[in-house]
């Protein structure tokens, strides 16, 4: 006699599958934005206390000096950011906004980052890295530190599933040190010298 071995469960329904498991994303994933911030920031640090300071690396008629260029143009990526940081807050729902507050979001980010860019060259060409007093260390660390924070914010913008508050901290924290390395730079030039071009 041959025993049928379907037949215990004939008339029954298949077993369930096993439960899907949803893993969390572990802070691995976060690591690349993270050594990639430490890279760029370290990478300009180098270089800047390598490099043998040109005195200058630009200058455009109209401005006295390119310490005068490099103020406005510091002054104007300040005043892009500012107007990122009130979108952003449209953007989450914490501020009444318009429905292109997040276009106005990612091109007020653009434009101050464009501004500083040539800020940065002049920093790090002309200047170098340097250290004599506290106002100008502060200002070469955290306009190292600016770059390397905006790299990985823009790396965490392509990311998926983001914890709801790691976007926001992140450039929040891009904002804070733009706002201290524009406090160490242009405001200290137009407090000592003048709001002059």
Not at 19 to 37: I, K
Not at 81 to 105: D, E, R
Request: net charge positive; charged share 10%.
């Amino acid at each position: 006699m041959t025993v049928d071995p379907n037949a215990a469960t004939q008339g029954f329904p298949p077993p369930p599958p096993p439960p899907a498991v949803h893993r969390r994303p572990g802070a691995a994933r976060y690591l690349a934005p993270a050594l990639v911030a430490a890279a760029v920031a370290v990478a300009l640090g180098a270089y800047g206390k390598a490099h043998h300071p040109a005195g200058t690396a630009f200058n455009l008629a109209g401005f006295s000096s390119t310490s005068a260029v490099k103020s406005w143009l510091a002054t104007t990526a300040f005043a892009f950011a500012l107007v990122q940081l009130v979108s952003a807050f449209m953007v989450y729902g914490k501020l009444p906004g318009p429905s292109w507050a997040p276009t106005l979001h990612r091109w007020s980010g653009r434009v101050a980052f464009l501004a500083a860019v040539p800020v940065a060259v002049h920093c790090l060409y002309a200047l170098g890295y340097q250290t004599y007093e506290p106002r100008v260390m502060w200002h070469s660390l955290l306009g190292c530190f600016f770059f390397g924070a905006f790299s990985a914010k823009m790396l965490l913008l392509r990311s998926e599933r983001l914890p709801g508050w790691l976007l926001p901290l992140v450039g929040g924290l891009v904002f804070v040190v733009l706002t201290a390395i524009w406090l160490t730079s242009a405001l200290w030039f137009f407090r000592t010298f003048g709001v002059t071009t």
